[in-house]
T-cell receptor, first 111, second 113 residues
Framework: GQQVMQIPQYQHVQEGEDFTTYCNSSTTLSNIQWYKQRPGGHPVFLIQ?????EVKKQKRLTFQFGEAKKNSSLHITATQTTDVGTYFC???????????FGTGTRLKVLA | DARVTQTPRHKVTEMGQEVTMRCQPILGHNTVFWYRQTMMQGLELLAY????????DSGMPKDRFSAEMPDATLATLKIQPSEPRDSAVYFC???????????FGPGTRLTVT
């Protein structure tokens, strides 16, 4: 079945350093979403990417969808303590509402 | 500030008991999802509904789990009988019309002893 893997599993950074998480799907995706889950909280929708090679920015966050639509990345510039949490990608292969969530990357930011 | 609500927030029960979890989607949203989150399996989609009709429940153990939407303001997830391996956080999410965004509720933390 479809699998969505994320690397790294964990990342500790000093405040002010950059952070990147990578998402890889075993199958071609129709679109991909990114979510953030704070410790003890629930996933919060960040963004959706649809087009091949698409790049979107939200303040310090940059999201990219690969040309082959099988991978994606989230880059955070100059991390802050408020960025702490687990970042998930979620991909849909069929253009339906059935999303497979990635394994997540847990980010810790050291002040 | 519209939010998805879930009840109960915590549930501890004994193996074999029936568990019912409830979800109130955001008013006007017409897609509802049920997810389960565990350390080992991560976030798994159990089932989802659109306009109250079940579209996919392939992620749900059919023999003991059931999901329904009695009306547009209520979604339920039942486990009967519950087993220790069902211990997890169960999230409900809803989505607006013409969008694939999902808005998650706070979750129900279920412990089956």
């Amino acid at each position: 079945g479809q699998q969505v893997m994320q690397i790294p599993q964990y990342q500790h950074v000093q405040e002010g350093e950059d952070f990147t998480t990578y998402c890889n799907s075993s199958t071609t995706l129709s679109n991909i979403q990114w979510y953030k889950q704070r410790p003890g909280g629930h996933p919060v929708f960040l963004i959706q990417l649809v087009k091949s090679g698409e790049v979107k920015k939200q303040k310090r966050l940059t999201f990219q969808f690969g040309e082959a639509k099988k991978n994606s990345s989230l880059h955070i510039t100059a991390t802050q303590t408020t960025d702490v949490g687990t970042y998930f990608c979620a991909g849909s292969t069929s253009g339906t509402y059935k999303y497979i969530f990635g394994t997540g990357t847990r980010l810790k930011v050291l002040a | 500030d519209a939010r998805v609500t879930q009840t109960p927030r915590h549930k501890v029960t004994e193996m074999g008991q029936e568990v019912t979890m409830r979800c109130q989607p955001i008013l006007g949203h017409n897609t509802v999802f049920w997810y389960r989150q565990t350390m080992m399996q991560g976030l798994e989609l159990l089932a989802y509904f659109r306009n109250r009709a079940p579209l996919d429940d392939s992620g749900m153990p059919k023999d003991r789990f059931s999901a329904e939407m009695p009306d547009a303001t209520l979604a339920t997830l039942k486990i009967q009988p519950s087993e220790p391996r069902d211990s997890a956080v169960y999230f409900c999410a809803s989505g607006p019309r013409n969008s694939y965004e999902q808005y998650f509720g706070p979750g129900t933390r279920l412990t089956v002893t």
